[in-house]
């Protein structure tokens, strides 16, 4: 158990909807990151925040968006959503940003839009 | 920009075969490398890393050595197991000093051990 945690794991929805998943990052973790992990993109960064703050961001659409709250648990929105969207998508927690500290992922949610 | 490029799979082998799962990469300065490991219907858990040139991350009998000169970073097990099957992935965190700590990670090689 990387105490990560992601809800819901698993979530099928149609097209045109919108969806929001859950990420509880690590006890004192102040870093979240979102990745997606589909058949032909592979393993991809969306977003970051930091305490807060949005820190980076990846190949993310703008159909999504994110947010990290006060008690630092996050929030991925995808909205007017496509086939093309269905995926794995994780949640990774780290103390700080950086290249020496190690990230800690969640069992991801894995999103089915028909 | 910064890339990994892994070894495209599935890598079948038999239990107690050597395993070697090629891991190149393009980046500027000097990242950290990883390597990660995804069971069946789990996460990705973190299997070993390496943060400069010519050192030797290893974990559970796998080994990766950070060699700069060949920008690469193979991983390998002397004697695989049914219970290594997986997918693994080489990762890098950028060495910038703007680093975010976002990973970049190859495609995934899919390794099957059978008994």
């Known amino acids: 158990d990387s105490g990560v945690t992601q809800t819901p794991k698993h979530l099928i929805t149609a097209t045109g909807q919108r969806v929001t998943l859950r990420c509880s990052p690590r006890?004192?973790?102040?870093?979240v990151y979102w990745y997606q992990q589909s058949l032909d993109q592979g393993l991809q960064f969306l977003i970051q925040?930091?305490?807060?703050?949005?820190?980076a961001k990846g190949n993310i659409l703008e159909r999504f968006s994110a947010q990290q709250f006060p008690d630092l648990h996050s929030e991925l929105n995808l909205s007017s959503l496509e086939l093309g969207d269905s995926a794995l998508y994780f949640c990774?927690?780290?103390?700080?940003?950086?290249?020496?500290?190690?990230?800690?992922f969640g069992q991801g949610t894995r999103l089915t839009v028909v | 920009g910064d890339s990994v490029t892994q070894m495209e799979g599935p890598v079948t082998l038999s239990e107690e075969a050597f395993l070697t799962i090629n891991c190149t990469y393009t980046?500027?300065?000097?990242?950290?490398l990883f390597w990660y490991v995804q069971y069946p219907g789990e996460g990705l858990q973190l299997l070993l890393k390496?943060?400069?040139?010519?050192d030797k991350g290893s974990n559970k009998g796998f080994e990766a050595t950070y060699r700069k000169e060949t920008t690469s970073f193979h991983l390998e097990k002397g004697s695989v197991q049914v219970s290594d099957s997986a997918v693994y992935f080489c990762?890098?965190?950028?060495?910038?000093?703007?680093?975010?700590?976002?990973?970049?990670f190859g495609q995934g090689t899919t390794l099957q051990v059978k008994p």
């Open positions: 990774a927690s780290s103390v700080v940003p950086g290249r020496n500290t190690e990230a800690f």
């Open positions: 006890s004192g973790d102040l870093s």
């Open positions: 925040y930091y305490n807060g703050e949005e820190r």
């Open positions: 980046a500027t300065g000097y990242p950290s």
């Open positions: 390496a943060t400069k040139a010519d």
């Open positions: 990762a890098l965190l950028g060495g910038g000093s703007s680093n975010t700590g976002k990973l970049i």
